[in-house]
């Protein structure tokens, strides 16, 4: 393997770094603020509908989640939640682009041995300018050759990635937390995929760890690809 990749891409949230443990800190807040409509798990179940629903229009990011728990409110309340309610369902919004940034453990290590032998990418999806506030915080901008925050992982969007990097699947390798965004897609189209499970997935995200692939890896942490690689 270790002579065939020339292109090793990261997922961001919950692979290089914390995310959907403060997703669901945020949702607890949004169930209790309505509990007095519905109980807490219908209200959950409701945003996660609302959020299916709006996935085509908002994309992946806090201020798509935002927009959802206002739409789910007003429609719990039929349309009579109050304005102060309101409010603090933003702040509970504004709270999440402002959380600190939680390296998960082994990425630095990992970085620091892989960037000289290999191009390194960030291949993540979210908001613009949050994912890109966040790499910043991260302290981690100057390992990537290039950063590519996309609207969705499919094959597709993984094909026109590696067509920017003038890369051969065969040549690729992705590492991620999500096999049906990070893992699947890249081994649809011939390349190396590497699942680094996060103990929290977003359940859009969720899928049955059943792959027999010759090209797929399923670790624990993230240093644990380097034996492969170096």
């Not at 949004?30 to 959020?51: G, W």
């Not at 506030?133 to 094959?155: A, C, P, Q, T, V």
């Amino acid at each position: 393997m270790k002579n065939t990749i020339t292109t090793i891409a990261f997922d961001a949230d919950d692979t290089l770094w914390a995310n959907e443990s403060y997703f669901q800190e945020a949702e607890r807040q949004f169930c209790r603020l309505l509990e007095n409509y519905l109980p807490q798990h219908t209200v959950s179940q409701e945003l996660f509908a609302t959020e299916m629903k709006n996935l085509c229009l908002y994309g992946y990011g806090i201020k798509g989640f935002i927009l959802c728990m206002i739409e789910t409110a007003s429609r719990i309340s039929e349309r009579t939640i109050s304005i102060p309610i309101v409010n603090q369902i933003i702040a509970i919004g504004h709270d999440l682009l402002q959380k600190p940034i939680e390296l998960l453990p082994g990425v630095t290590e990992t970085l620091e041995q892989l960037k000289d032998h290999y191009r390194l990418v960030v291949a993540t999806k979210g908001d613009l300018l949050d994912q890109e506030r966040k790499l910043k915080k991260s302290g981690l901008e100057d390992y990537f050759h290039h950063i590519e925050i996309m609207s969705d992982k499919n094959e597709k969007d993984y094909y026109k990635l590696l067509k920017h990097l003038d890369c051969p699947p065969d040549q690729f390798m992705m590492l991620g937390n999500s096999l049906r965004s990070d893992i699947l897609p890249v081994l649809q189209i011939g390349g190396f995929g590497v699942h680094i499970p996060y103990h929290i997935t977003w359940a859009h995200e969720q899928h049955e760890l059943n792959i027999k692939n010759e090209r797929f890896i399923a670790l624990r942490r993230v240093d644990e690809v380097l034996p492969y690689l170096k």
